[in-house]
């Protein structure tokens, strides 16, 4: 009669190990591919300020989010980027211009409740019959927050058959953000346009940097030397080389930061 040969507990211990490790990296790798996260694995950067931390969280393409002084502003929320119902309501969103990559219902939807100040340019009226319209030259102060209105348009860039600008004048906005005294600079998507060789004192700068509708990583680099902020995040950048970004800055004591923003 055969004697069946029990498998020895140390083996068993070893093969019980292993599959709960196989199975944990599953999870782990599951949960990295999915596309609503949350807010956890996105980089977030912290910038001292005389009133305490303002921290920033990169989101993706040109949506941000700010933390400061127990407020959360949204900057140009997009649902395509995000699950943004696993992100803190807004107390402030900021919408730089009615595209639907900045300008998105289905993300505001999920941020935007009693008591939020929607901050944005007249092209988002339609979306947001009660925001607060921001026109440049203006300076507002929203829940505590001084806002400075920018222009943000192009000069060279063209579409469709009419060969019309992308970003007319007027259609959207900049904001320089005080926060505790730190300047922070969300240019939305502009050019190197004149107007913005009047900005200055600028410690945090957002440029959008595509090559497409907005500016070159050359002219980025020639505007940040204008503007000179202490820090440039390059945002909206898609496969533009951000490299020579860093390349052309060299020198310059502006300091890039290339975070996960295509």
Same mark, same amino acid.
């Given at each position: 009669m055969?004697?069946?040969q029990?498998?020895?507990?140390?083996?068993?211990?070893?093969r %019980?190990r292993? *599959? #709960?490790l @196989?199975?944990?990296v599953?999870m782990?790798?599951l949960?990295?591919?999915?596309?609503?996260?949350g @807010?956890e694995? %996105?980089? *977030?950067?912290?910038?001292?300020?005389?009133e305490?931390d303002?921290?920033?969280t990169?989101i993706?393409?040109?949506?941000? /989010?700010?933390e400061f002084?127990?407020k959360i502003i949204h900057?140009?929320?997009?649902?395509?980027?995000a699950?943004? $119902?696993?992100?803190p309501?807004a107390?402030?969103?900021?919408?730089?211009?009615?595209?639907?990559?900045?300008?998105?219902k289905? @993300?505001l $939807?999920?941020i935007?409740?009693?008591g939020?100040?929607?901050?944005?340019?007249?092209?988002?009226?339609?979306t947001?019959?009660?925001?607060?319209?921001?026109r440049?030259g203006?300076?507002?102060t929203v829940? $505590?927050?001084?806002?400075?209105v920018?222009?943000?348009?192009?000069?060279?860039?063209? /579409?469709g058959?009419g060969r *019309?600008l992308v970003?007319?004048?007027?259609?959207?906005?900049?904001?320089?953000?005080?926060?505790?005294?730190?300047?922070?600079?969300f240019?939305?998507?502009t050019e #190197?346009?004149?107007?913005?060789a009047?900005?200055s004192d600028?410690d945090v700068?957002?440029? @959008?940097v595509?090559?497409v509708?907005n /500016?070159?990583?050359?002219?980025?680099?020639? /505007?940040?030397?204008?503007?000179?902020?202490?820090?440039l995040y390059?945002?909206?950048?898609?496969?533009?080389?951000?490299?020579?970004l860093e390349?052309l800055?060299?020198?310059? $004591?502006i300091?890039v *930061?290339?975070r996960n923003m295509?």
């Amino acid at each position: 009669m055969a004697v069946e040969q029990k498998t020895p507990v140390r083996e068993l211990r070893r093969r %019980y190990r292993f *599959r #709960n490790l @196989a199975v944990s990296v599953f999870m782990v790798l599951l949960l990295m591919s999915s596309p609503c996260r949350g @807010a956890e694995p %996105y980089e *977030r950067d912290i910038i001292p300020t005389g009133e305490g931390d303002l921290a920033i969280t990169f989101i993706g393409h040109a949506s941000l /989010m700010a933390e400061f002084g127990g407020k959360i502003i949204h900057i140009d929320p997009w649902s395509r980027v995000a699950d943004y $119902g696993a992100f803190p309501d807004a107390d402030i969103v900021l919408i730089t211009h009615g595209h639907t990559d900045h300008l998105d219902k289905k @993300a505001l $939807g999920e941020i935007v409740v009693e008591g939020t100040d929607i901050v944005c340019s007249e092209s988002c009226l339609e979306t947001c019959p009660d925001g607060i319209v921001a026109r440049y030259g203006d300076v507002i102060t929203v829940q $505590g927050l001084k806002i400075e209105v920018v222009p943000a348009y192009n000069l060279t860039n063209l /579409m469709g058959s009419g060969r *019309r600008l992308v970003h007319p004048p007027g259609y959207g906005n900049g904001y320089i953000v005080t926060f505790g005294g730190k300047r922070v600079y969300f240019a939305g998507e502009t050019e #190197n346009i004149p107007e913005l060789a009047g900005v200055s004192d600028i410690d945090v700068c957002f440029l @959008a940097v595509d090559s497409v509708y907005n /500016m070159t990583p050359a002219m980025a680099a020639e /505007m940040a030397k204008v503007i000179d902020p202490d820090v440039l995040y390059p945002i909206h950048f898609a496969e533009a080389d951000m490299g020579e970004l860093e390349r052309l800055l060299e020198g310059s $004591g502006i300091e890039v *930061r290339i975070r996960n923003m295509k």
